[in-house]
């Protein structure tokens, strides 16, 4: 029966890890794969100076090498000899960016799990400690307990194989802006709307299914009827969730505001760079002249806020 219980207890550490690692993969594609690995690219790796197609690639790479091994983990094959021991040395690389995040005070989402999990950095340095001590235990307490097999190939086909899915079902889109065009964001924009520096103007970014840009859609809609003449040109920036232009979604979303806008469809590629790098969704940005005077996004503390715009406009005016 003691035998017994420590096969459990084997087991259930290799589950427990495992199920860590497969949801790590999986978290990084929420809450679609375009979307979650774009962020992914561009919020985390982009922090760490990994950008372009090489943070495309890396991605890529991480994301099935996590896959691979959340499912190695449960096979027998090299289990003590190559699987558990790369599995902590990747924990351990890990956990040393984290430890200097937390000694900076980071306490930002560390994109362990993406946007699916939010997790700080020392919360995520924890749980990397818990995990590489529970392997530790594998390979020395119950070391004699694991049977593996050593036989190479269902090792390199399975690995291949995910690696070869991650950029089959994941291809690399193209994004035409980069980290410098970046800085000159009022030009970013311009290529998108020409005539979005003159005068005053409401550039918004919108997911043509998020329920809260539908409701500040409406609110728009109904201000610029409340206000003709003083309420600025409204134009939107949609990010495609659909990936053929998010037609339904977008026809949609104007027969709930009640009147189409001026608006683009921006691929994710193309939109997280501009927006939701930073910021959440709905953002409504106003201008004077090219000059950002306001810009809301999220639903929580700069959220949308009318009469605060309003003030701002006629100020202007």
Known sequence: MKNANRIYL????????????????????????????????????GAIGIEGDLSKVISRLL?????????????????????????????????????????????????????????TPLEALIKNLLSIGLLILLVSIFKEEIKEKRNIHPVLYTGFSIALLMFISLPQGSSNISGESLKGSESIYS????????????????????????????????????????FPEVKIL??????NGSKDEIESFFKFVGKPFDYKVLSIE?????????KNFPGVRYSSNGEERLFFDGTENNEFDADKLLNDIKREN
């Open 10 to 45: 084997i087991w259930g550490i290799r589950i427990v890890v495992s199920i860590l690692f497969i949801l790590s993969a999986v978290a990084k594609l929420y809450p679609s794969p375009l979307m979650g690995i774009s962020s992914f690219e561009t919020k985390y790796l």
């Open 63 to 119: 994301i099935g090498f996590e896959f691979t091994l959340g499912i190695f983990l449960l096979l027998p094959f090299y289990l003590k000899k190559v699987v558990i021991p790369t599995t902590i040395l990747l924990l351990g690389a890990f956990s040393l960016h984290l430890s200097f995040q937390v000694f900076q005070g980071d306490a930002s989402n560390c994109g362990c799990f993406g946007e699916l999990i939010p997790m």
């Open 191 to 230: 290529n998108y709307f020409p005539n979005l520096s003159k005068g005053n103007k409401l550039l918004c970014f919108f997911s043509p299914t998020c329920e809260h840009c539908m409701a500040t859609g409406k609110e728009l809609h109904e201000l610029a009827q409340k206000f003709p003449g003083l």
């Open 238 to 243: 949609f990010m495609d969730e659909s990936d």
């Open 270 to 278: 193309d939109f997280i760079p501009i927006f939701w790098n930073e």
